[in-house]
């Protein structure tokens, strides 16, 4: 981003070839004319090449963040950026030198308003053409403000879901633990029926054989005496 020593103005940079009959000043070519980019001169033949990929991110209500690339086997010691409305006359340039930064802030933006934006880079040997103007529309304060709202509430309710699934996860885990509680202590009282089962039949027998035994009566033959 944009270095904080230094303030947007709105003069002209120093090496720009305006097109013929127009002027360069607070109000500068009409919207979509290239005037200020220098379409209608040639710039000087060991000047760098316009940018490339210029965009605007971080769009905001009242700012935004423009960024571009330049070539590598280019050495650029600065940019100029034209701003200006769409369907507006007035343009804003904004210059700085000695540095190697891609991206500049735009402030003091209009919210729902449209703008258009050019990158020019600056070496040592003059200030490239502009490059291909880039269109942009601010929001309004009340719909940052309402998708602000709306990832809150997003956040929000998927933190409620979260819990949620916790709690069911806790649930289904206790009543698991009860359900394996249950089988051991049936596979243990099993188990405990199983081994009583033998000495059960044991004892039924010795009862059986115990009960079918004859009783002989005390007494015996009579014998006669001679």
Not at 47 to 59: D, G, K, M, Q
Not at 94 to 111: F, K, M
Not at 155 to 174: A, D, H, N, P, Y
């Amino acid at each position: 981003m944009c270095q904080p020593h230094w303030t947007p103005c709105f003069l002209p940079p120093p090496t720009v070839w305006p097109s013929p009959g127009s002027h360069l000043g607070d109000r500068g070519p009409g919207p979509h004319s290239r005037g200020c980019s220098g379409s209608g001169a040639s710039p000087p033949p060991d000047s760098p090449s316009a940018p490339v990929n210029v965009t605007v991110r971080h769009l905001k209500a009242n700012s935004a963040v423009v960024s571009w690339d330049v070539l590598e086997d280019e050495v650029v010691i600065g940019f100029a950026i034209s701003q200006q409305k769409k369907d507006v006359r007035m343009l804003r340039f904004i210059q700085e030198v000695n540095t190697t930064t891609r991206s500049c802030a735009l402030w003091d933006l209009e919210e729902d308003t449209e703008y258009i934006v050019h990158v020019q880079a600056i070496s040592i040997q003059g200030q490239s053409p502009a490059s291909e103007p880039v269109l942009f529309k601010t929001p309004r304060e009340a719909e940052k403000v309402a998708a602000k709202n709306k990832d809150e509430v997003t956040m929000k309710e998927m933190g409620r879901s979260q819990q949620l699934r916790t709690g069911e996860v806790l649930i289904v885990v206790v009543v698991l633990f009860m359900w394996a509680g249950v089988i051991a202590l049936f596979c243990r009282q099993y188990d405990i029926i199983k081994d009583n089962e033998p000495n059960n039949n044991k004892e039924k027998t010795k009862s059986a054989s115990e009960t079918s035994t004859p009783e002989h009566q005390g007494g015996g033959l009579l014998r006669s005496k001679i």
